[in-house]
């Protein structure tokens, strides 16, 4: 027999619930845990400090303040492998560890060994000039910056720009959380997105990785700048009315020791599971031990830190794939078969352990938003907790990005099928939202392409100025980059993504600065400039976003109920749900379309997307209310979308 549905999932994270009541006096005490461990400044002046080291012999606590004496202020073992500090004022009142300096752990372990730990509770970081290793700072500014502006409301429609700060400038340098705010978000608001979706935000040591192999989870990058300036970068979006994200990588750790989590206490488990399974083959990190008490109170606390100190408004969480099952998906395929779901590969710690995270989530904040990197399809991933689903609000429609490169790929234009096409945008569970996407980072990185990049390559280093005639690859790269965009945008999903810069069809890839390229930042960049030079053609690319983003605030086809498909063959489709669109893919396709077939009640609001400007078709001019007339459709092998929307 096939188990179809594990029967007992509605209830495991309702027994931890249950456990976290008794032991700690609920989740809202458990999850403020970053209250009490690290360092913590007591009202009296008093500093305490707090870790969880069960595998150490002893714990002392060394830096600028005592000299950097290794054996001064050692720690009290408490019970359950907790140890505890308190370094009392100084005589005047002033803290005894200025704002600014440095510490570390001196771990102990039961083997002999003395090892030198950043704790992992910290909450700021830095990285000096000549070192390799990032040292834990003591960050208590005398007048840190104070929120003004409240979270806005959940959007009706979720319209993302997945951003990454350090790459945010035409300059090869890092950039900083001050030249996000100053520069960046002013475009992220005229382009009509309502979400930023921040990548790279919890501290790396690695910088090339991205942001996921994570060494400090509770410390913002120090590499841009200073955590004030972060909730300055939150609270001016905030007062654009634009939510922000964070990339939350709770999936896996950085396999550092000396500025990560990896052997804290000089075991091989203490955060993650021992052995093998506390490696991850593939990423060549540390994998969690979600069953375990105190790791619990760490992730969950960690979340609630981000919402709390920063005023995140959710998270997209990375890795959620690797974290349902005891294979990670390595080398597993995934057909939809329910048995592959309910089964002993499923992890169930990791299991609860999302399902906790997002009914705590959704229960302290009510607008909260949390999204779903996963690849596998898992029922339920987007369902409430209550139902036995893991309760995220949105799961990643990531099979959208695969169809449209295999498509550029492998495929003539006259060998598009629209089926294939419409099939796969609109191939998600019933019930569950989805955030589409027609690319993202992970198609910018090099080794792939950007959609601007597959379609008109080398032709963009000198065809894209509107002062010379367009040729035919920049003429048909530009029409498809943009009908593309617009039926992604339009069926792939409840929400849409955009990674930052891919809206005027950025040249090149991303590549951070690393040993392979001789430590170059010449591609960890976006060239915003390209966007405001007149006599660029990324200019219409760029105005084409805007105005997509635009036209969906105005009718919300994102939020509206699930589009219908009509006429629909291998050459061209007419969709239509509280709003009608005709793709063709032919040239010369004489598209007659009665709107009035379409629509039992209410009156035809004919719409056009500024088609002589945006999508630069040569179409015939609109009739009367009963549907527009689609002569000429564009150059050869160019997809057709001539938008049109139904006022009910």
């Not at 382009?191 to 989870?217: P, R, V």
């Not at 904040?365 to 399809?377: K, N, P, R």
Request: proline share 5%; with cysteine; aromatic share 12%.
């Amino acid at each position: 027999a096939v188990l179809l549905h594990d029967p007992q999932r509605p209830f495991t994270p309702l027994k931890q619930l249950l456990l976290l009541e008794e032991a700690e006096g609920g989740f809202d005490q458990f999850t403020r845990s970053y209250n009490s461990f690290g360092e913590q400044r007591q009202p009296d002046g008093t500093l305490v400090f707090k870790e969880w080291a069960p595998g150490a012999e002893a714990l002392f606590l060394t830096g600028d303040f005592n000299g950097w004496d290794k054996f001064s202020h050692p720690y009290t073992h408490m019970d359950f492998g907790k140890w505890e500090l308190h370094l009392p004022p100084n005589k005047d009142g002033t803290s005894p560890v200025c704002h600014g300096s440095q510490l570390k752990v001196v771990v102990h372990t039961k083997d002999g060994e003395r090892l030198y730990r950043i704790s992992p509770w910290a909450k700021y970081v830095t990285q000096q000039r000549d070192s390799v290793v990032y040292d834990w700072v003591h960050w208590d500014p005398p007048s840190p910056y104070v929120l003004k502006h409240p979270r806005p409301k959940k959007p009706r429609s979720l319209r993302i720009y997945e951003s990454h700060v350090g790459i945010a400038s035409p300059e090869g340098r890092i950039a900083s959380y001050s030249n996000f705010t100053a520069n960046v978000l002013p475009r992220i608001k005229d382009l009509g997105y309502n979400c930023i979706q921040l990548m790279a935000i919890m501290e790396h040591a690695y910088y090339a990785s991205f942001g996921y192999q994570i060494t400090s989870f509770f410390a913002a990058s120090s590499r841009y700048g200073t955590p004030d300036e972060l909730k300055e970068l939150i609270d001016v979006a905030h007062s654009m009315g634009i939510v922000v994200l964070l990339d939350m990588v709770h999936s896996h750790a950085s396999k550092n020791t000396e500025d990560g989590l990896n052997r804290f206490d000089g075991s091989d488990s203490c955060f993650f599971h021992g052995g093998s399974r506390g490696e991850h083959s593939l990423w060549d990190s540390r994998l969690f031990n979600y069953s375990s008490w105190e790791v619990l109170r760490f992730l969950l606390s960690n979340l609630r830190w981000w919402m709390e100190e920063y005023r995140f408004d959710g998270f997209r969480f990375d890795g959620v794939t690797s974290m349902l099952y005891h294979h990670h998906g390595i080398g597993s395929g995934f057909s939809g078969d329910y048995s592959e779901y309910f089964g002993l590969q499923v992890d169930e710690d990791s299991l609860v352990y999302l399902m906790l995270a997002n009914h705590i989530l959704h229960s302290l904040y009510e607008d909260c938003i949390t999204i779903a990197e996963d690849v596998s399809g898992m029922p339920a991933l987007c369902r409430p907790v209550t139902e036995g689903g893991c309760g995220f609000d949105y799961r990643l429609a990531m099979a959208v990005p695969d169809k449209w490169i295999q498509i550029l790929k492998e495929y003539k234009d006259e060998d598009w099928n629209m089926g294939d096409i419409i099939y796969t945008l609109t191939n998600r569970r019933y019930g569950e939202s989805c955030i589409a996407y027609a690319e993202s980072h992970d198609q910018a990185l090099v080794g792939d392409k950007t959609l601007a990049f597959w379609l008109m390559d080398k032709d963009m280093y000198t065809n894209m100025s509107a002062m010379v005639p367009m040729n035919p690859v920049i003429d048909r790269g530009i029409q498809l980059h943009k009908m593309i965009r617009l039926i992604t945008h339009s069926l792939g999903g409840e929400g849409y993504l955009n990674f930052m810069g891919n809206e005027f069809g950025h040249p090149e890839w991303l590549d951070f600065p690393r040993q392979g390229n001789n430590e170059s930042y010449h591609y960890a960049r976006r060239q915003f400039n390209l966007v405001d030079m007149d006599h660029l053609r990324y200019q219409q690319l760029y105005a084409f976003d805007r105005d997509m983003n635009r036209t969906e605030d105005k009718y919300g086809w994102l939020s509206a109920p699930p589009v219908r498909t009509h006429t629909h063959t291998h050459t061209h489709t007419i969709i239509h749900a509280i709003w009608c669109y005709m793709v063709s893919k032919y040239v010369t396709t004489d598209c007659h379309c009665d709107a009035q077939q379409h629509s039992t009640r209410g009156h035809i609001e004919i719409c056009p997307l500024h088609l002589t400007i945006t999508l630069r078709g040569r179409w015939a001019a609109m009739t009367d209310a009963r549907g527009p007339v689609c002569g000429d459709g564009a150059l050869l092998g160019v997809t057709s979308v001539a938008p049109w929307w139904i006022g009910i």
